[in-house]
């Protein structure tokens, strides 16, 4: 009787929080991925308890190496990495069903990669974010569109094929989709299959208060960042600065579009291991034809940057790297000294974003070159060789990958079609704050954390001047980046400069005035110099040692005690101080006055 209750009682327990539409959040896996990263990545439950490990990152259909993957692309005697990290699902071992449909598994999972394999096959089987497969779990989903991929592999530009290291995780799908249908018989209804998305059934469900997801990816090195990845809702704290809203376009197949106006290199703070503290530029450095943005989509299945060459290549000029054709991709040259002193010191990269509703507000995204010190190992290379992942063979599928989500949250309301990004915090993350995202929001809020503060102690700053350079991370028009910051400040000195050089020459023109003619200073009515009173001839004995200089005959201005500000373009206006009413004095002397006969003409003199 008394298990009864208490399995009663959980069950209970089970409802409520089934039904309460608190954010669902995935499990992270204790395995990192990936001989390009190495990256973090989630695991799911497929089946009846299929652990499988994923990257997440998709719209519409999920896709993993089925049972036959390694076999199809592993050469005898050499390692399965998929397998090794927990990433094939075997179909044979689900409770899932196969309705024959085949499906261009290559260009789909790898649309920003060149690839090659033959058609993967839809399937559906049950998907559970956690461990619990049961009724009350709250977190699974019938039905899953999913599809099982046999033999597609990466084709880098040498003509070599390596094997997928994880599939990818559909996150849902815009604008507001549950399920799709598709018909095993072309025109006929009779036999079609309905396929779950995630986001979308586990609000049908109510499992979720919205069809949303918020994420950071997190890193591995050479500080673990855990990730974080919230269904109907996201973690504040992964969000610092401004947040950027962009519209998931038609036809709905990827986050694409973001606006990149500018790709720079930065100096947070100390010396920099560069002749220059900023250099702004390089997305169009050596590109006349891309015009003032380039469109690219936001890929989690995809480890590069994915920038056209002459990008990559402006980048490249100022780092220590070799170009390697046969990967596309750059490798530090690791016996250069300022190799370390670049991926050590808090030196980013910057990319500069236009807000696509107000063309004058702009929002950084930063990543440490700490981040962009990755790692290449087997079976794409012989040893471990530190890269850089700035994919230079992207052939006009531009994207941004992995490497600079490790430092961007990416979030999404499926319902309105929004995606969201933002600056994500260094090693320092400030704890959890999750919050419940609406299911109607065009926008979320970023938390007030500070992002130079998150990463501490985990840089170490070359001696030399302190740039201490501003990362706000958003800006107008005017400042695009730490280094329209500093040309902002070079203006700046300019302007101060030219309102100093005017300011003293009207000095100088009342001071002449006030000496030649006696006259002061007035503005608006308002005396602020009086005029110079008449000399008094009378008599005037002052006690010996008792002398005073001859500037303090006259009423003085009181000295300011702070420095007055310089006009701005910011609406500040500078203004003379104005003293107490100044008061007639006589004017001492030392010697004695005689009083003029008073039958004296006197004389006039020109």
């Not at 461990?131 to 003509?159: E, L």
């Not at 469900?205 to 990816?217: L, P, R, V, W």
């Not at 994915?306 to 070799?322: H, Q, R």
């Not at 002449?512 to 001839?537: E, F, N, T, V």
């Amino acid at each position: 009787m008394n298990h009864f209750i208490t399995t009663a009682s959980l069950a209970a327990l089970s409802l409520i929080q089934f039904v309460s539409g608190s954010p669902r959040a995935a499990r992270w896996s204790d395995k990192t991925l990936g001989p390009d990263g190495p990256w973090n990545a989630i695991a799911v439950t497929l089946g009846d308890g299929q652990d499988v490990t994923v990257y997440p990152g998709k719209m519409w259909e999920s896709f993993f190496p089925g049972k036959g993957y390694c076999s199809n692309t592993s050469t005898a005697g050499q390692p399965c990495y998929a397998q090794q990290v927990g990433a094939i699902y075997d179909e044979t071992k689900g409770t899932g069903k196969e309705p024959q449909i085949a499906v261009d598994a290559a260009s789909f999972y790898t649309s920003n990669l060149a690839s090659s394999g033959t058609q993967g096959t839809r399937y559906t089987d049950k998907l559970h974010l956690g461990t619990d497969t049961s009724v009350w779990s709250g977190d699974g989903v019938d039905n899953f569109d999913m599809v099982i991929m046999s033999d597609t592999q990466i084709q880098y530009p040498n003509g070599n094929k390596y094997p997928l290291f994880a599939g990818c995780l559909s996150f849902g799908a815009a604008p507001g989709i549950v399920n799709q249908t598709f018909q095993v018989t072309a025109g006929q209804t009779a036999g079609a299959v309905n396929m779950s998305m995630l986001a979308g059934t586990l609000f049908d469900k109510n499992a979720i208060d919205s069809q949303t997801f918020g994420m950071h990816i997190g890193s591995v090195a050479p500080q673990n960042v855990p990730g974080s990845l919230w269904f109907g809702g996201y973690d504040r704290n992964r969000a610092v600065n401004d947040m950027l809203a962009i519209s998931i376009a038609e036809p709905y197949f990827s986050f694409s579009g973001a606006p990149l106006t500018d790709i720079s290199i930065d100096v947070v703070k100390g010396g920099s291991p560069f002749p220059w503290n900023s250099k702004g530029g390089l997305l169009a450095s050596g590109n006349s034809s891309m015009g003032t943005q380039l469109d690219l989509a936001i890929d989690p299945c995809l480890p590069y940057l994915n920038l056209p060459k002459s990008t990559c290549d402006a980048i490249a000029s100022e780092l220590p790297v070799t170009y390697n054709n046969g990967l596309g991709l750059y490798l530090w040259n690791e016996t250069s000294p300022d190799y370390p002193r670049i991926v050590q010191s808090p030196s980013v990269l910057s990319f500069t974003f236009v807000d696509p509703d107000n063309n004058s507000r702009l929002v950084n995204i930063s990543v440490p070159f700490i981040h962009l010190n990755l790692t290449l190992d087997e079976p794409l290379v012989d040893k471990p060789t530190p890269y850089f992942p700035c994919n230079a063979a992207s052939d006009g599928n531009y994207a941004l990958g992995r490497a600079f989500l490790q430092d961007a949250f990416f979030g999404a309301n499926l319902k309105t079609s929004v995606y969201f990004m933002s600056q994500a915090p260094g090693p320092n993350v400030n704890g959890e704050s999750v919050a419940i995202m609406d299911n109607e929001c065009r926008t979320l809020d970023p938390s007030n954390n500070d992002w130079v503060t998150s990463w501490g102690d985990y840089w170490t700053p070359l001696p030399g001047p302190d740039v201490e350079t501003s990362q706000d991370n958003s800006s107008s028009s005017g400042s695009s980046s730490s280094h329209s910051s500093m040309t902002g400040t070079i203006a700046g000195a300019t302007v101060g400069g030219v309102a100093g050089v005017a300011l003293l020459a009207f000095i100088g023109f009342v001071a002449r005035r006030y000496q030649r003619y006696g006259k002061g200073l007035s503005i608006c009515g308002l005396s602020i110099i009086k005029d110079k009173p008449a000399a008094y001839y009378g008599a005037n004995i002052v006690d010996a040692g008792d002398t005073k200089s001859p500037g303090e005959y006259w009423p003085q201005q009181p000295v300011p005690q702070a420095a007055q500000e310089l006009p701005t373009n910011s609406g500040n206006t500078w203004q003379l101080s104005v003293g107490p009413t100044d008061q007639a004095a006589e004017m001492e002397s030392p010697y004695t006055v005689h009083e003029m006969p008073g039958d004296y003409a006197g004389r006039n003199h020109y």
